[in-house]
């Protein structure tokens, strides 16, 4: 977690993003919208706040907010959960992710990620004094698909808890029903507890669907679910996220977070409350998005990158090779001054030098969160880099 200096790293987000604002670029680094979340939900935690909702709420999250999250699993997905026992209001999912590897893993235990992984995981997992192993999301015509074959290597006897994330960040994918059979077969197996990180499950584009792994069979007894409000709201900066699952894990992770956070933002917990029950929202943003998505895919192949077009999510790779660009964090830190463009190179989701790292090095993602007019100029911009 510290740099060669002693002193702690920034993230890449917030590394690219100040980079960002020194040159005056186009962020398509950092993944947050541009335009904030429904006036409604935002009228709500300001009435809230009038209300008197200003001093610590419960530490599981109040109740409002714990039947909704319950109420959603179950319109959603059939997922049936007890809201007083089984869902924890968090500090974004980012809390519940920390929480949950540090009440779940310690020295001696290893954690398997997906790999490239969302750059918390890694951090976490150090955190927690765990040993961090991965399984390879490999390119193939039909995006980054799970290898089974090297999960199935990288589950041992000390995999304490297999980590999920889909839909995926960086790469898109939305995990299907059959990847998630082989996690499930050998989490199972390996009596591993699966935590997954859904906070993208309403931005799935197409015929996508997301899967949660909680309801494939034998499954709900040894899953925490995660998510949040950042991405399905469009309200990235309120940080409230939860997780569900069977009782005693989640009061594992609650032991836990009330030594983190003790609690989490009381106004804003019955705004997303409210929010949680309207479908409306989520599914404008993820129509509006589909489109922005395609305006960047052929925009980045117009300008010569190689593009996987992303099932889920608001990120898209590309790979630079084809423009003469092998090093995609040399490109990234190229970028702004070049084409007045931010991107965030695909190694900071990485371990240094492995066999992902190598596959991916000269790839970076893009977000397409951000207004059609941003994504067109940005096209525009990144034509420079064809020198
Ligand atoms: N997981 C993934 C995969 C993410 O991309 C993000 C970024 N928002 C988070 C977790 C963190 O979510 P939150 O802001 O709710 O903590
Ligand atoms: N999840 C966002 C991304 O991947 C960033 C959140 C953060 O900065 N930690 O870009």
């Not at 919208?33 to 429904?38: K, L, N, R, T, Y």
């Amino acid at each position: 977690l510290m740099g060669d200096d002693g002193v702690p790293r920034p993230t890449i987000f917030a590394e690219m993003s100040a980079l960002a604002t020194a040159t005056g670029s186009l962020n398509l680094g950092q993944g947050f919208p541009d335009v904030d979340g429904p006036a409604w939900i935002r009228a709500a935690a300001m009435r809230a706040i009038d209300d008197g909702a200003n001093q610590y709420p419960p530490g599981p999250g109040i109740p409002e907010l714990r039947h909704a999250v319950a109420r959603h699993q179950h319109r959603h997905y059939g997922i049936d959960l007890d809201p007083d026992r089984q869902v924890l209001v968090t500090t974004g999912a980012t809390e519940a992710l920390a929480a949950a590897v540090l009440a779940l893993a310690g020295p001696g235990d290893e954690v398997l990620t997906l790999e490239p992984y969302y750059d918390s995981y890694a951090a976490t997992i150090a955190l927690a004094g765990a040993t961090h192993t991965t399984a390879p999301l490999v390119a193939t015509p039909d995006g980054f698909r799970l290898d089974v074959a090297a999960l199935r290597a990288a589950v041992t006897p000390r995999t304490r808890v297999i980590l999920l994330n889909t839909p995926h960040n960086p790469t898109g994918t939305v995990l299907t029903r059959d990847e998630l059979e082989a996690v499930a077969a050998l989490a199972r197996e390996a009596d591993a507890v699966v935590v997954t990180d859904e906070v993208y499950e309403h931005l799935t584009y197409d015929d996508a669907r997301h899967v949660p792994i909680a309801t494939l069979p034998g499954m709900a007894e040894r899953t925490l679910t995660i998510s949040s409000s950042g991405k399905t709201f469009s309200l990235t900066g309120w940080k409230i996220g939860w997780v569900s699952g069977p009782a005693p894990l989640v009061d594992a992770v609650r032991t836990v977070k009330q030594f983190l956070t003790y609690v989490s933002g009381a106004p804003f917990q019955p705004a997303i409350a409210r929010a949680l029950d309207d479908d409306d929202a989520p599914r404008e943003l993820a129509a509006s998005l589909a489109a922005r998505r395609d305006l960047l895919c052929a925009g980045l192949r117009d300008v010569g990158f190689d593009v996987v077009v992303p099932a889920g999510t608001y990120f898209v790779l590309a790979d630079a090779a084809p423009l003469g660009w092998t090093d995609g964090a040399a490109l990234a830190r190229a970028m702004p001054e070049r084409a007045g463009v931010v991107c965030v190179p695909v190694s900071a989701f990485c371990r240094t030098d492995d066999a992902v790292a190598t596959a991916l090095r000269s790839w970076v993602r893009f977000t397409f969160v951000k207004s059609e007019d941003v994504l067109r100029d940005a096209v525009e911009r990144l034509h420079a880099l064809r020198g």
